[in-house]
């Protein structure tokens, strides 16, 4: 873990108010961490974590009884939460309303985590303006057992492409096998433009590179190539969010990334919940990252 500083300072107090239940529960077989361990990285990562998960609709990863029993994934909650947890009514596809919801601080993030909240995912768009959508993800998804330079290097290809059509875009890790472009954008175009705009993008890579990138969610078709999920761009669809933990062996988590820095990232989990206070020291570095003021060109 090249990465990481050989010192660190210890971890700074827990600033919730959210009192967590049984704290000792290990959710993280194996590697050990436990519900209260979970608790304080969210408490800790909150400050960096919010700007990207703070009033937006979000769906969470629950598994109350650790990562290794039974998960569920959860969109909507009409007030079980408690005051925390934010309820945003939002029209369905097929008509009906559902009550999603948000949180606008850490202890909204705290709350969850008291539920038995492992991974927060979130819209792309905001809570004050559902139907216009604020970023744009290129999540990159590797055949298995695929070299992970070879993921990096898609990364480095997608990023020059945005560039060369006028779009700035950030790296981030996502704590599973894959990296996300991550295409920040003024709100303003509606969902079909965006589902259209990155649908067409992923295609044209397909298209132009066939043998590396796939644009279909078919397995079959990944065989050795990459799957450019763009279908996390349309209305309704969730990205696991920035600084987010994993559900996943060892406890890892979500991180935003420099684009010099990927290039010495042996994987996409190099981070885990232990690490607060490295990302926090690190983020210094990363001023800026997932911010820019840009519209969708045409393409
Ligand atoms: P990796 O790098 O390992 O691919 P990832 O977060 O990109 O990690 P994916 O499987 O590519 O994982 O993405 C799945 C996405 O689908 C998640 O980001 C999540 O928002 C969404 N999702 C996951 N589980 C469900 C579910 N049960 N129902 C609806 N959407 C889900
Ligand atoms: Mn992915
Ligand atoms: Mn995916």
């Not at 590697?31 to 304080?40: I, M, N």
């Not at 039974?70 to 005051?83: I, L, M, N, P, R």
């Not at 992970?148 to 981030?172: K, P, W």
């Amino acid at each position: 873990r090249s990465v990481k500083p050989e010192k660190v300072a210890p971890a700074p107090p827990s600033v919730s108010h959210i009192k967590i239940s049984n704290s000792d529960r290990i959710l993280f077989p194996g590697s050990g961490q436990t519900k209260g361990d979970l608790a304080d990285y969210y408490a800790g990562i909150a400050p960096l974590m919010l700007p990207f998960a703070a009033n937006r609709p979000i769906s969470l990863v629950r598994c109350p009884q650790g990562r290794a029993k039974k998960c569920f994934f959860q969109k909507h909650d009409s007030g079980a939460f408690g005051e925390h947890v934010r309820q945003l009514p939002i029209r369905e596809k097929g008509g009906g309303v559902e009550d999603y919801i948000y949180v606008e601080d850490s202890d909204g993030l705290l709350t969850c985590v008291q539920m038995g909240t492992i991974e927060f995912h979130g819209w792309a768009s905001r809570a004050d303006a559902v139907e216009k959508p604020d970023r744009m993800i290129f999540d990159l998804d590797p055949d298995e057992g695929m070299d992970f330079a070879r993921v990096r290097q898609a990364a480095y290809d997608i990023r020059d492409h945005l560039s060369d059509i006028g779009l700035v875009s950030f790296a981030m890790l996502s704590g599973g096998k894959g990296v996300h472009v991550v295409v920040p954008l003024t709100p303003g175009h509606d969902w079909d433009t965006h589902k259209d705009f990155a649908s067409r993008f992923a295609q044209a890579l397909s298209t132009a590179e066939p043998d590396r990138f796939v644009a279909t969610m078919s397995k079959a078709k990944r065989k050795d190539r990459i799957f450019i999920d763009w279908l996390r761009n349309q209305r309704g669809s969730t990205a696991i969010l920035p600084y987010s933990a994993r559900a996943r062996p060892g406890a890892p988590v979500a991180v935003p990334i420099d684009w010099d820095e990927l290039a010495d990232m042996k994987d996409a989990h190099p981070f885990d919940i232990g690490d607060a206070v490295i990302l926090l020291k690190r983020a210094k570095g990363l001023k800026g990252w997932g911010f820019a003021a840009q519209g969708l060109p045409e393409i």
